[in-house]
Structure formats: C-alpha cells, structure tokens
C-alpha cells in the first residue's frame, strides 16, 4: 500500500470541508488535483471514501471511519513536530542528564534550580545512576549529558568533558577525636583507624586507591556506603573515621562533627560530560551553561554553549593537575 501524507491530509481537508473546492484553495491546488489525490487514496486503500454528486460531498461509511481516525493521527503528528521544533529552537522541551545520587542531592539539584530560574518551561529530568552507568548512559546517547566525580582521567576518546571543580578530600571525626586536635591530617594517620567512606558509585574509591597506593597504607575502607548521611551517621555513632569531599558543593556537615584536610592533597574532580563529536541539542545547552555556572553565580538564559576549546583531554588534564600534591 503506497499512501502519502499529503493524500491523508488533502483527504482530511475534504472531509472537513464537504467541498473539493473549499480544500483546494487550503493547499493552493486545483481542483483537479485534489479530486486525483482523493481518488490514488481511493485506489490505495481500496475503499469508497466519499458519495459525489453536482450539488455536494458527503463521506461514505468507510470514508467517515477513516477520517476520525486519520484525522486524530495527523493531528498527534502535526503536535509532536512542532514541540520538537520548539525543543530545538527555544529552551523547552526535556533535558535528560545521569548523575550519581550523591551529586544530585545537592549540587546538581542547584543546577537544577538555576535552570529553572532561567527557562521556566524547559523540563530536565535526572536520572539516578552509578558513576559507570552514568558514563555508559552518556556514551550510548541515553541522556543528553552526564555529570561524574573522578580522580584521574577518564579512559577513552568517546566523551567530552568540561571541569566544573575540585574538593579535596578530608578526615571526618567527632569534634573530640584525637585527630580533631591538628590542622590537617596526614594519610598514614589513618593506618590505625577503621575508616568509613562512599563507594565506587561517587568515584571516592578510586581516589582512595591512589592516595593508599601513593602512601604506602594497606588498610581499605571498613565501610563503604551511598550515601553521605549514611557515612555521618556512622562516624556520631564511632564506627570509624570518615573520608569524604568536603566543600560547598557537596552536603555539609553536623556537630558534633569536624573536618580537617587530608595531606599530601587528594581532589575530587567533577566534570560535565557528553559525547564527544556530537553537538548537543540548544535546549541541552542551555541547560549545560546553567550547571557549569561558579556556584553562586545567578541564574542567566545568556549561557553559552560548551566549546570545542573545552576538550575533554584539556579539561581533565586541568582538573588532574591538582589531584595529589607531596608536601
């Protein structure tokens, strides 16, 4: 069966009109044309679709079914172009992007805010992941972009990447440990505690790795957990020394308890990713722009999209640059 789209809308029109002159001049056609288009329908789907006579058109039984079905179809599609036309021009439309639950529970939920602030009618939706999954989401093109927390760069060449900021890690204990006495606190201090951090799903574990390898300590993390209320409460009830990434990006602390930095300095990089090679759409942009704000900064519709000049190579080497410094 060989039907067009012009042919169900020219039927449509007829349909509506009850005149193959009235339907014409809607198109900018002939009469002659539109009574051709009407009649390939006709043939195409093998039915009578409409009783003519000199004074008036009327739709057959079969012509009257087609046209509320037809009619609905054409209109659902006629709806569904212009909103994506909207969502590529203007700022509406949904905005897809993965992040770990920690990030979303403070600072991608700012972002969120700004967004909103900025372009009421744009809709971005998060979703919950493990920071594999979010880079997975990203690479496969299931989300428009995807926000993670790394040590160190990222392998492969499938994704972009702009560096937002860095944390550094730090101790966290009771006000009255004995380690809340110093200033800072050095790594091999940890040997003699159990320690109690987030899991692989907030990339704290592979900065963990690196600062242990770098320093010597055998001892891994006695507890590993998902979220950060779950590690504080931990470290009140001294199940353990917390190690976490301390600054305004990431969900404060409570008394009774402290933080002190940890040294030689371990960061925490959290990035913007999308993949590489593939321009986001405007309304993603848009979107980009308000999460890659300095904190704090007010909200703006007048956010640029990311740059090439933003590689991810660069953007990485950027943020890796502080990742471990000897004292």
């Known amino acids: 069966m060989n039907v067009s789209l012009q042919q169900l809308k020219v039927f449509v029109a007829v349909a509506r009109e009850r005149?193959?002159?009235?339907?014409?001049?809607e198109f900018d056609l002939t009469q002659s044309a539109v009574s051709r288009c009407v009649r390939e329908l006709e043939d195409a789907v093998e039915l009578k679709l409409f009783d003519r006579t000199t004074r008036q058109v009327e739709l057959t039984n079969a012509g009257a079914s087609l046209e509320r079905r037809i009619g609905r179809l054409l209109d659902e599609i006629e709806l569904t172009l212009r909103e994506e036309r909207a969502a590529y021009c203007g700022h509406t439309g949904v905005v897809v992007l993965a992040s770990n639950p920690v990030l979303s529970s403070g600072w991608v939920a700012d972002g969120l805010a700004r967004c909103a602030a900025a372009f009421p009618e744009l809709i971005v939706s998060v979703r919950d992941q493990p920071q594999s999954g979010v880079l997975a989401s990203v690479e496969q093109g299931e989300v428009d972009f995807g926000v993670v927390s790394v040590a160190e760069p990222l392998a492969g060449d499938l994704l972009h990447?702009?560096?937002?900021?860095?944390?550094?890690?730090?101790?966290?204990?009771?006000?009255?440990?004995?380690?809340?006495?110093?200033?800072?606190?050095?790594?091999?201090?940890?040997?003699?505690?159990?320690l109690v951090t987030l899991n692989a799903d907030t990339g704290v574990r592979a900065a963990?790795?690196?600062?242990?390898?770098?320093?010597?300590?055998?001892?891994?993390?006695?507890?590993?957990?998902?979220?950060?209320?779950?590690?504080?409460?931990?470290?009140?009830?001294?199940?353990?020394?917390?190690?976490?990434?301390?600054?305004?990006?990431?969900?404060?602390?409570?008394?009774?308890?402290?933080?002190?930095?940890?040294?030689?300095?371990?960061?925490?990089?959290?990035?913007?990713?999308q993949r590489r090679n593939r321009s986001l759409r405007p309304n993603a942009a848009a979107a980009w722009a308000q999460f890659a704000m300095p904190a704090g900064a007010p909200s703006s519709a007048a956010g640029a999209a990311p740059s090439a000049m933003h590689g991810f190579a660069r953007a990485v080497a950027s943020a890796g640059s502080t990742v471990l410094h000897e004292p």
Do not use: C, Y
Request: net charge positive; no cysteine.
């Open 208 to 273: 963990l790795a690196l600062a242990f390898g770098a320093h010597g300590l055998k001892r891994r993390p006695v507890q590993e957990l998902g979220h950060v209320a779950a590690v504080l409460r931990m470290i009140e009830l001294g199940l353990g020394i917390g190690v976490l990434p301390i600054d305004a990006h990431w969900p404060a602390l409570h008394a009774p308890l402290v933080s002190r930095p940890l040294v030689p300095e371990m960061n925490l990089s959290t990035l913007l990713v």
């Open 19 to 25: 005149s193959f002159t009235r339907a014409a001049r």
């Open 161 to 194: 990447a702009q560096a937002i900021f860095t944390t550094p890690l730090h101790a966290v204990m009771p006000h009255t440990h004995p380690l809340a006495r110093h200033a800072n606190v050095v790594w091999s201090a940890l040997q003699e505690w159990a």
